[in-house]
């Protein structure tokens, strides 16, 4: 499975990078296959595992604010290893088929 997840603080003010960093590190020492991006931070394993580093890195932002908004989207697809490479390698396969030949 993969979960797409952003965690942050609310009524802290505009700037919440060091808030959403806890949150990051919980995700990078967890060892699970992940990805941070701008928005969102995917990570990908078993259910109870991803759920669990998904409840902590929570707890993280948790622990330094009384206000958090988390916003989840999970892709369940049992049997599936490696999504978070083959998807991006599948649309750049495809992208990589539509460009011009010079």
């Known amino acids: 499975m993969i979960v797409a997840f952003s965690v942050s603080p609310l ?3 505009e700037e919440v990078g060091e808030y ?3 949150a990051v590190r919980v995700v990078r020492e967890s060892g699970l296959p992940h990805r941070t991006d701008a928005m969102f931070t995917s990570i990908e394993g078993e259910w109870d595992e ?3 580093v998904v409840k902590r890195a929570t707890a993280a932002v948790e622990a330094r604010s009384s206000r958090v ?3 989840l989207k999970a892709d369940i697809r049992p049997g ?3 999504g978070l490479t083959r998807k991006v390698e599948t649309i750049d396969r495809i992208l990589g088929a539509d ?3 010079s």
Do not use: N, R
Request: no cysteine.
């Open 50 to 52: 991803v759920m669990d």
């Open 80 to 82: 599936v290893e490696d």
């Open 11 to 13: 009524g802290v003010g």
């Open 20 to 22: 959403v960093a806890e």
């Open 99 to 101: 460009t011009p030949k």
């Open 69 to 71: 908004s988390l916003v």
